[in-house]
């Protein structure tokens, strides 16, 4: 089958499968997730550690669940959340390095 013009479909001989033999590590995770937030939930304060030497925090925000900004920060301190409401939050914290990561946390 030819791939182009068919409005969307795809066919099952479309899919090409791939064994591999490498296996993922916990060590390949961390490589690629450079940004520990810590503890999730909370109900004091937000930590946030690098794992990277040569990457810094550069900013932090802090929305609500309606995307609302309720907190910014330039640098990796800890973040006290006593006077935020109950509920989910996103965090999203820009690296030196030009990275952005979210990550959606619980204050409770």
């Given at each position: 089958h030819s791939s182009s013009n068919r409005n969307g479909i795809f066919y099952i001989s479309d899919v090409n499968f791939f064994n591999s033999s490498e296996n993922l590590s916990a060590k390949d995770v961390i490589l690629e997730n450079p940004l520990i937030i810590y503890p999730n939930p909370t109900n004091s304060f937000i930590n946030l550690m690098v794992n990277e030497s040569n990457n810094k925090v550069a900013m932090v925000e802090l929305f609500n669940s309606l995307g609302q900004k309720v907190y910014q920060q330039k640098s990796a301190r800890p973040?006290?959340?006593?006077?935020?409401?109950?509920?989910?939050?996103?965090?999203?914290?820009?690296?030196?390095?030009?990275?952005?990561?979210?990550?959606?946390i619980v204050i409770n």
């Amino acid at each position: 089958h030819s791939s182009s013009n068919r409005n969307g479909i795809f066919y099952i001989s479309d899919v090409n499968f791939f064994n591999s033999s490498e296996n993922l590590s916990a060590k390949d995770v961390i490589l690629e997730n450079p940004l520990i937030i810590y503890p999730n939930p909370t109900n004091s304060f937000i930590n946030l550690m690098v794992n990277e030497s040569n990457n810094k925090v550069a900013m932090v925000e802090l929305f609500n669940s309606l995307g609302q900004k309720v907190y910014q920060q330039k640098s990796a301190r800890p973040i006290d959340t006593k006077n935020f409401k109950n509920g989910v939050y996103y965090i999203t914290v820009h690296l030196s390095n030009g990275s952005i990561m979210t990550k959606k946390i619980v204050i409770n």
